[in-house]
């Protein structure tokens, strides 16, 4: 196992764990988070331009984050992510004790979205860095279970918000961020041959992009496939309320959508192997496509719930996927930027902009506009990844 003392068994354990409180920790502000602003008293268009605002901080801070790790090996993953957890877990705690305006939530949101957005890539760095040194860390599976976490967070949190009111998501998500926070302490170091590079060793952001035009074009694929689908989920309250459901069938409905991407981690490393990361990054572009089309068509809350499985070739897929085809695009040198440009790209870029047209979109026309518009976004990240799968097979990107 190279150079770590830490058993394959244990590794893995430790990193299943790690995924588990993220994704709970997730479930409980971002699954909830628009009927979290909407019970203080928000408007669909202001909870999209907050969700917004914690998407456009992480934006900005990732690839500096990214790139400071990269150049500086020896600080430490763990280092950072036990900082950002600190300070997330005092911005929840001032959160929930106090009932600021919009632009003192804004501010907090602004707050979390550096310190806790920011965690998605650099979590998944945690195994990468492993991965590449040889170490059998068995990160879609990881992933997957993950996944369930957050099916069973939404199950719970659609029960209790009901029962005793949405703020309780803020202490649950304050419990698991605690649990992530214990889970990254005990993870191991890394292989040490991984903190010897050299700091000359890495590009900037433009070289990276200009290098390679297939990895850039596939970042746009994933922009408008994420600003497709991200607001189905962020909106998910009012498309339940329009077939004719509740909070606690909201919690149902995440559980089915987080459950269903347990089994896309449990067979991506065999469809990895056959087809690749570039052409299952397009096979999830597709899938997230389609998610707001399918949900458009569905005339009533029964089949709102069913249509929840399509995540299991949308982002069930995306994600793994992304996270390989992101290893194996850019150099060695660069590849906690190339996770962190990934997350800015999708979650980051495509998040906040998803999210803010369609809260006025659903402000103005309902959510079947809003759906309509969705499927419009992911139309455009189906031509980007076709575009983006053709140039890749035309040669290697310039810098590896």
Not at 105 to 114: N, P, S
Not at 245 to 257: C, K
Not at 374 to 380: E, F, M, S, V
Request: glycine share 10%; aromatic share 10%; with cysteine.
């Amino acid at each position: 196992m190279h150079n770590t003392s830490v058993s394959l068994r244990r590794l893995n354990l430790l990193y299943t764990l790690v995924q588990v409180m993220y994704w709970a920790a997730f479930a409980t502000f971002s699954g909830f988070q628009t009927a979290l602003l909407l019970s203080r008293g928000f408007s669909s268009s202001q909870a999209g331009m907050l969700a917004a605002a914690r998407c456009l901080s992480g934006i900005l801070s990732q690839p500096a984050i990214g790139g400071w790790v990269d150049r500086h090996p020896k600080a430490g993953l763990r280092r950072v992510l036990l900082v950002c957890l600190s300070l997330a877990l005092a911005v929840n705690l001032l959160f929930y004790t106090t009932r600021p305006g919009f632009f003192g939530t804004a501010l907090i949101l602004l707050a979390l979205g550096v310190v806790d957005l920011n965690l998605y890539p650099l979590l998944d760095s945690l195994a990468v860095q492993f991965i590449n040194a040889g170490v059998e860390v068995n990160y879609s599976f990881s992933r997957g279970v993950g996944s369930f976490a957050y099916a069973l967070a939404c199950v719970l949190l659609g029960s209790l918000s009901a029962a005793r009111g949405v703020e309780v998501v803020l202490v649950l998500h304050i419990l698991f961020l605690a649990g992530l926070m214990a889970a990254v302490w005990a993870y191991p170091a890394p292989p040490t041959a991984l903190t010897a590079r050299k700091r000359e060793d890495t590009h900037s952001l433009g070289e990276l992009l200009r290098g390679n035009p297939a990895f850039a074009r596939m970042l746009a694929a994933v922009f408008f496939a994420v600003a497709a689908v991200m607001p189905v989920v962020s909106f998910l309250v009012n498309i339940v309320e329009s077939r004719g459901g509740s909070e606690t069938h909201l919690g149902v409905a995440l559980f089915l959508m987080g459950a269903s991407e347990l089994p896309a981690a449990l067979i991506f490393p065999r469809l990895w192997r056959r087809l690749g990361s570039r052409n299952m990054m397009l096979l999830s572009v597709v899938f997230m496509a389609a998610k707001p089309l399918v949900f458009l068509l569905t005339p009533s809350l029964p089949a709102l719930l069913g249509v929840q499985l399509i995540q299991m070739g949308g982002y069930g897929l995306f994600t793994p996927a992304s996270v390989y085809y992101a290893n194996e695009s850019v150099p060695a040198a660069d590849r906690v930027r190339g996770q962190t440009v990934m997350m800015m790209a999708s979650n980051g870029l495509g998040n906040m902009a998803g999210n803010l047209v369609a809260g006025f979109v659903v402000d103005w026309g309902g959510v079947n506009a809003m759906l309509v518009f969705c499927t419009i976004l992911g139309a455009a990240g189906v031509l980007f990844a076709l575009w983006a799968v053709r140039t890749g097979r035309k040669g290697a990107p310039v810098l590896l």
